[in-house]
């Protein structure tokens, strides 16, 4: 059975800095990074940065210059680090990628999502 694990979520203080991790359990027989997404309370999942199989990136304006998405396929992990954070910032944080337990058809996964709070 494959699972998304997200990790590193917390409180922090305004300005501060969370790094999240997001590693791949299971059978994995080849794992694709794609991206982080968040849901503050009463409001819609919205992306946060996305990551192509090239390495290319992409933010949300309202983060860009302050998070940085990465990933290490190699060990199937991907990362979000969250630099000068607000509290609009809060949310819960959930990755996916694209993994497949075998030669054939990639789909796509989502993780359980970790608390990230912004407050002082």
């Known amino acids: 059975q494959v699972q998304l694990v997200e990790s590193g979520g917390g409180l922090v203080q305004p300005g501060g800095s969370l790094r999240l991790s997001c590693a791949a359990s299971?059978?994995?027989?080849?794992?694709?990074?794609k991206g982080w997404y968040r849901q503050a309370p009463g409001k819609q999942r919205e992306l946060v940065a996305v990551?192509?199989?090239?390495?290319?990136?992409n933010y949300a304006d309202s983060v860009k210059g302050r998070f940085t998405i990465s990933r290490d396929n190699a060990k199937n992990t991907m990362f979000l680090q969250m630099n000068s954070l607000k509290p609009e910032d809060t949310a819960v944080y959930y990755c996916?990628?694209?993994?497949?337990?075998?030669?054939?058809?990639?789909?796509?996964?989502w993780g359980q999502g970790t608390q990230v709070t912004v407050s002082s």
């Open positions: 299971g059978n994995i027989f080849s794992f694709n990074a």
């Open positions: 996916n990628a694209d993994i497949r337990s075998r030669p054939g058809p990639y789909y796509t996964y």
């Open positions: 990551i192509t199989s090239g390495g290319s990136t």
